[in-house]
């Protein structure tokens, strides 16, 4: 069956549960997802054109990332399926939604391990977990979550806050204690103001710091949320007005459009080039692995500083969101027939 939903698909939709009008809000958003997964983004995460770029982005760092044996956090992105499988889509889509957000929950494709939560979950299906980590029940699932890229990804430890995170957990910093160091201290780190910053103070663990020396791939980590200042929401079961038959809902697909990722990343990747083609050029052949290309890429994205500091200029972003939206009106259009999903 095509992923783009016809009218045929859509006529039922009719008698389902409405948004409310008074709170209508219309979205253009995107997801990088398997071919075989529904383009409807029910328990799923997606972004707008910053906000899923990146995601994208995020994608380039990971042959330096993925190899780096102290980068020992359960190397989540080196095995999430949404960015390192063969076959994977991207998805344009339009949507309804009641404009009073709920907080944003991390949906991910199980492939039997709850990533966060390390529980067991269904392979195949997604499973969500609330962001707000002082608060789980801050996440209302009848509500579409929403947060910004900046304040996930984007953080800066105080001199203060520095200096009490180094007393309560510097002795296990760089091993793979340190998160669990945090979460038995979380009393005495919130009593000094520090529990917001406390997700960046492991290496590896998800919000990288960056500084003079930190490893480049973390400080790219960062700085691409600094470059970007996407959005990104969650669109729950709960609150689907497709999975509703009546009554209030919060979220529903007005239309969506699915091609080739690997499409997208091509020209992504052209126009990068294309920047700074001297660079570029002393790498050799295009190769996504390699260090030198690597550090063109973001050299060029994100300006030559910004492998060890928070200096970012590079590119203008119009560009690169640019090639990004771009995409969806040039890129063929595919059917979930012409792609294989391999975990």
Not at 19 to 38: E, G, I, K, M, W
Not at 96 to 123: I, L, Q
Request: glycine share 6%; hydrophobic share 30%.
């Amino acid at each position: 069956m095509a992923l783009r939903r016809c009218a045929a698909m859509l006529l039922p939709l009719a008698m389902a549960g409405q948004v409310d009008p008074r709170f209508a809000q219309t979205l253009t958003v995107y997801h990088v997802h398997a071919a075989n997964v529904s383009a409807i983004p029910t328990d799923m995460d997606t972004g707008d054109a910053p906000g899923d770029l990146f995601f994208l982005l995020d994608e380039y760092l990971l042959p330096l990332q993925c190899a780096d044996p102290d980068y020992y956090y359960d190397k989540f992105e080196c095995q999430n399926p949404e960015h390192r499988s063969k076959g994977l889509v991207a998805t344009e889509l339009q949507l309804e939604v009641d404009s009073r957000f709920t907080n944003y929950s991390g949906c991910n494709y199980c492939t039997g391990t709850d990533p966060f939560t390390r529980k067991p979950c269904t392979p195949g299906t997604y499973v969500c977990d609330c962001m707000n980590f002082l608060n789980p029940k801050g996440c209302d699932h009848r509500f579409v979550g929403m947060e910004t890229v900046e304040k996930e990804f984007v953080h800066d430890v105080t001199e203060e806050c520095k200096d009490k995170l180094e007393e309560v957990c510097g002795h296990v910093r760089y091993s793979k204690w340190c998160s669990i160091c945090l979460a038995f201290n979380k009393r005495a780190l919130a009593n000094s103001t520090c529990s917001a910053d406390a997700n960046t103070y492991c290496p590896g663990f998800g919000f990288p710091l960056c500084t003079s020396d930190s490893k480049n791939f973390d400080c790219w980590h960062m700085n691409l949320g600094r470059k970007t200042k996407g959005v990104w929401y969650s669109t729950f079961r709960e609150g689907s007005c497709h999975e509703q038959k009546e009554g209030p809902c919060s979220w529903k697909v007005l239309s969506s459009r699915t091609i080739q990722e690997d499409c997208v990343k091509t020209r992504l990747t052209d126009v990068v080039e294309a920047e700074s083609p001297g660079c570029f050029e002393k790498c050799g052949t295009r190769n996504h692995s390699s260090p030198c290309w690597v550090d063109c890429f973001f050299t060029t994205v994100l300006g030559p500083e910004s492998h060890n500091s928070t200096n970012v200029t590079g590119m203008p972003l119009e560009k690169l969101t640019g090639a990004w939206s771009k995409s969806f009106q040039v890129c063929p259009e595919v059917t979930s027939e012409e792609t294989t999903f391999v975990v």
